[in-house]
Structures are given as C-alpha cells and as structure tokens.
C-alpha cells in the first residue's frame, strides 16, 4: 500500500526538515499555542515531522554509497576521504529536535489531559520522549558530553542556555529511561508507515549496541557496556518475538524493488512513486551507463566467505585463491554477486569492479542484453527512469537482517562481559535465518550457492583475524560487514569497537587497490600508452608491479590506480580525535563573551 501524504500542519513557529522532495508539503492552516492541542489528530500531525528527520531515506544527505565513501569498504580514485584534523571556525550540535520534542511532552502534560484517553496520553509521550533519545543518542555519538535538557528552553534563560556540557554518561542515563518508557507505551500499531513499537525496538537495538560496546571499547567501562547491550539485546527480541517478520526476499530485491508492501523483510521503508513526482537517485550511481569513482577495496573483496563457510586463505575449496569475479561469484557467499557487476567494468575509476546493489536486474539485463534499437518503449523507459533523478524503487530503512545481527552482536558482546555464553540456538535463530535466504534465479543461473550454516563448534581460523577480537565476534562483525555493505554502517561499527585503525592506509595496503584484473584477457585496451606509470596490480603477496608499457603480461592482480592517494595520518596525533567531533573556536568565544565557559570535546585542543 502506497503511502497516503497528508499535508502536515506546522505548530507555532517550529518548522520541519524531513527528507527532500518526501515531505515537502504546503502548510494547511495556522495554529497557535493555545489552540493546536485540542485532538489526537492535530498531536499526530505535529509529530509526523520527526519520521522524516529521523529515518534517513536516499536524498538529504543520507544516501547510501555516495554519502559513505570514508571507509575500509570503498577506495576512491584520486585521493580518499579524510578524517578531521583540525578545530573549525564554526561547528556545534543542532537541538531544535530536542527543545520540539520538549514542547510536545510539555504540551501533551499541560494541555491535553482532558484530551487524550490514558493510553493515547502515554503512547504520544512515548513517541516524543523516543525521538528525543534518539536525537541524544546521536549527539553524544558525535560530540560525548552535550548539554541535556529535558524541558521547554526559552531564550530568555541564558544560564541554561550557557550552561555547562553534560556528561555522556549522565545524558545516556535519561536516554535510557525515555526507551524504556518508550518500549512499554508506543503502540503496536498506530496505522501504516507511522511509528510503531516494533520501530522504536529496532531502533533501540541499533543504538543501544552502539553505546553498549562504546563503553566497553571506548571508556573500557563493562558496567554501563552490560546496561546498554542488554537493552539492545531486549528490544531486538521484542521484534523476534513478535513474528511478525521474516526474511523472505533475495538479498539484492530488497534495495531494487518497485514496492516493499508487505515484505516481512521490512520494519520501515520509504515509499517512492513517479507518479506523485516522489522519486531519488540512488540506482542512478550505479547504473552502468556512467562512471564512478567508488569501488570496492581489496580488503572488502577478500573479507566475503566462501560459501562452503570458510575463508580464502584456509579454505579447502579448489578455486578459494581465485579472484577472477567469475570464480568471486561463484564461490562467494550470495551477497557477493548481489552487489556487483558481473564483470570487470572501467566505469568504476577506483576499483574496476562496478558495484550494482542499487540497481534493478531487469535494468541491467535491458542494458546488456538488448541493443538500443531493438528496444521496447517501456524498456526505454525503464532505463531513463534508473538515470538521474527520476529513480522509483523503494527504500528500505529498518531491515529484520539488522535487527538479527543487532540481536545476536548484543548477546557475543554480553557473553565477554559476564552474560551468558552464545549457544548454537543463537546462531541458528539470527545468522543462519539470514543466511538462508532465498537466492534470485539470475544469481542461480550465475552458479551461486546458499552460504553453508555457521557452527560454533567450526567456525572459520582466519589467518587476518584481529587478535584482539575473538573467533565468534571476528565472524559475526563480517557478517554484518556483508549484509551493510555501502550502506551506512561501516564507520559508525569502525568508531564503536574503536577500529578505526583498519582504515589507517599505511597499515593496511589493501585500502588503496581494488578488484582483481587480468588485463590482458579481460580488459586489453585499458593497457594502454596513458597508463604508463599509473597502472598498477598487486599479487596475493602484496607485490606491486607498474606498468611500463612492455610489460603487459604481468598486468594481471588487483587494480591499483598510481593516482590514488592515502589517508592523511589521523591517529595517535596530538589533539586529534578521529573518534569524537570537535566544536568550533567561535562557539567557544560566544560562550566567553557571555561570562561561560564551553570546554572543548574530549581529544581535541581548547585553544
């Protein structure tokens, strides 16, 4: 069922940011504070304004792939993303959320007792109160201590304006308390597309994990990494339990499909519709008509397992150290051929392996199967409709596989810090769900295989494991890895298990080199006299070798570009914080020249 937009009424003097062309909608009518909280209705319509800030869709800023190009996933031709290294003029934490959410609560006490049955009166509560932890939780993952404010702020009151940053530990304390509250009262059920019990438990499962293994690799703090993770761990089970989600699609139709109604896959998604000019671009960055300069690294193309279950380097299958993409596709868990091109492409400038996750296979079949001319008009539309900015597909925002991962990384990290031991039950009833997925006919026609179950009693010797990491997490953090892939995930799990590291490119060699090529075979017109002195590949030992213009049989290993260049270094320097966001010099100087004193987030200089 299509979502039924219905024009928001704005409250007061509050505007709305939600995501671009999704809820851009003219106002009704005006309201004032003394008459816009006399129905649930006019309560509810003050509150669908947090659905689109909060639940990233693909426009805003918050896109998959081209909005996360900083990690160990991707490399870029040219030179990679980099980490700040420096305080800025200008820079400090948005609470327009927080004082709306504030007034709504304000309001919903003050106002509408009369109004709302207890029930009703409750459920609203939990819904601001929710919104309001989640924009807390947010911050504190940016900045740590933020100031906490759990009332209305008037400009007038310059003391609370001022008043000094909050610990995070205290801020997360109340943002603890309003999940909880939130978990007991936000309905089930409250209508399509709108905030449900089982949104805020997914949501709570994803957060909570953060702060729950933040603590315990960040702070080193088990106490508070146990309260957390175990609230990640209740609310991923409030989901489970409910039966009411499954994971029924292929991996690839959950990002390309038309409509996501009635997928049990989904929590949430986001509606999209051509129609109702309601439509994004994020298939158009991997529609294989035009290039990109982001592809794979080496290192993301050696983390996939194989689906016998094992990993390259120990594994017993014939063709393991084979990383031609045919031999990839074939011998990789499923995920692999869901999210690349089947072959080579020197479209994708960075790594040679163009990534189609976004992109509909009936599009990609069009394009490679049928000439221009041979064409029908609905397939030509269907190709214009996948370029630019006209891309229907919908979104989907909470997946049940996120929430399985949620739930059982929550029960691996709770077992290292006095919790119960992860039993094989656990594995079966999270990763070997998702892991038997249904495969697609294409990827079937392809030779692709279901990835063998994960066993405690066997799970994989990686010869790359971290060594601070144990066997269990090691898998379940690849895991996650291969689902979230280009997504939005990566750094954020980088920054919570305090790895960061992994993305340091004198560390690892692998960040800067993409898929595996054997040039004269698969792509000899690209050995060609331009490339000379920027064409490289690299063999399974890490040996380099140029391009020189005679020695064109030896370009066969994973592409390297000349041109790309590192990272600059952004760990252990003094007064750098890769981890936490620093605020500005002139937010610091506003607080002064009041007679306050804002100090400078954790790591980063105060002067």
Request: hydrophobic share 35%.
């Given at each position: 069922m299509k979502i039924t937009y219905k024009i928001l009424l704005v409250v007061a003097a509050l505007g709305f940011s939600g995501c671009e062309k999704l809820l851009d909608r003219p106002q009704l009518t005006e309201e004032n504070d003394e008459t816009a909280w006399s129905s649930e209705e006019k309560l509810r319509l003050y509150a669908n304004k947090y659905m689109a800030y909060f639940f990233a869709c693909y426009s805003g800023g918050a896109a998959p792939l081209i909005n996360f190009t900083n990690s160990d996933d991707i490399v870029v031709q040219g030179k990679q993303p980099n980490f700040t290294r420096a305080v800025p003029v200008n820079s400090i934490w948005d609470m327009e959320n927080i004082r709306s959410t504030n007034i709504m609560i304000s309001r919903i006490e003050s106002k509408m007792t009369g109004v709302l049955t207890e029930e009703a009166?409750?459920?609203?509560?939990?819904?601001?109160?929710?919104?309001?932890?989640?924009?807390?939780?947010?911050?504190?993952?940016?900045?740590?201590?933020?100031?906490?404010?759990?009332?209305?702020?008037?400009?007038?009151?310059?003391?609370?304006?001022?008043k000094p940053r909050t610990s995070r530990n205290e801020v997360m304390d109340h943002v603890y308390e309003d999940w909880q509250f939130a978990l007991n009262n936000v309905r089930l059920n409250d209508g399509d597309q709108t905030l449900n019990r089982y949104i805020v438990a997914a949501m709570v499962s994803r957060l909570a994990l953060f702060e729950g293994t933040w603590q315990k690799y960040y702070y080193n703090n088990t106490e508070r990494a146990r309260k957390f993770l175990e609230l990640s761990r209740d609310a991923a089970q409030i989901v489970v339990n409910s039966k009411k989600f499954a994971i029924e699609l292929d991996y690839k139709s959950q990002f390309t499909s038309k409509s996501l109604a009635g997928s049990k896959d989904m929590i949430l998604y986001r509606v999209y519709d051509?129609?109702?000019?309601?439509?994004?671009?994020?298939?158009?960055?991997?529609?294989?008509?035009?290039?990109?300069?982001?592809?794979?690294?080496?290192?993301?193309?050696?983390?996939?397992?194989?689906?016998?279950?094992?990993?390259?380097?120990?594994?017993?299958?014939?063709?393991?150290?084979?990383?031609?993409?045919?031999?990839?596709?074939?011998?990789?868990?499923?995920?692999?051929?869901?999210?690349?091109?089947?072959?080579?492409?020197?479209?994708?400038?960075?790594?040679?392996?163009?990534?189609?996750?976004?992109?509909?296979?009936e599009v990609e079949k069009i394009l490679k199967e049928v000439p221009p001319n041979d064409r029908t008009p609905e397939q030509a539309t269907l190709i214009e409709v996948n370029k630019g900015s006209k891309n229907e597909t919908d979104a989907p925002v909470l997946r049940y596989a996120e929430v399985l991962l949620n739930l059982i990384e929550a029960k691996a990290e709770l077992a290292t810090v006095g919790g119960d031991a992860v039993t094989q039950t656990d594995i079966e009833a999270t990763i070997n769900v998702i892991r038997k997925r249904p495969l697609a006919p294409e990827a079937i026609a392809r030779g692709v295989k279901q990835t063998a179950a994960m066993t405690l009693a066997n799970l994989p010797v990686d010869p790359s494991r971290d060594p601070g990491v144990s066997a269990l997490i090691w898998e379940i953090r690849r895991e996650r890895r291969m689902e979230f892939v280009f997504e939005t995930f990566r750094l954020t799990d980088l920054r919570r298990w305090s790895k960061l590291e992994y993305m340091d490119n004198d560390e690892n060699e692998d960040l800067l080199s993409g898929g595996w090529i054997d040039f004269p075979a698969q792509m000899a017109s690209y050995i060609a006299p331009a490339q000379i002195g920027k064409l490289s590949v690299v063999d399974l030992n890490g040996n380099e070798t140029v391009y020189t213009?005679?020695?064109?049989?030896?370009?066969?290993?994973?592409?390297?570009?000349?041109e790309s260049e590192g990272r600059l270094p952004f760990l252990n320097i003094s007064n750098v914080n890769p981890y936490l966001t620093p605020i500005g010099f002139n937010q610091m100087d506003q607080y002064r020249a009041k007679g306050y004193e804002l100090k400078q987030t954790q790591g980063w200089p105060e002067y």
């Open positions: 009166k409750n459920h609203w509560l939990g819904v601001a109160r929710f919104y309001r932890a989640v924009d807390y939780a947010n911050l504190v993952r940016s900045y740590g201590d933020v100031p906490y404010y759990d009332f209305e702020l008037q400009d007038i009151d310059t003391d609370q304006l001022y051509g129609a109702v000019g309601v439509t994004h671009s994020i298939s158009s960055y991997g529609n294989l008509q035009e290039s990109t300069l982001n592809g794979p690294t080496t290192d993301l193309i050696k983390a996939y397992i194989l689906n016998d279950g094992s990993v390259w380097e120990t594994s017993t299958m014939a063709d393991a150290n084979d990383f031609d993409i045919t031999n990839l596709i074939e011998t990789r868990d499923s995920r692999f051929e869901a999210t690349f091109y089947s072959k080579p492409d020197a479209l994708n400038k960075g790594s040679l392996f163009y990534i189609t996750k976004f992109f509909p296979r213009g005679s020695n064109s049989a030896l370009m066969k290993g994973f592409y390297k570009n000349q």
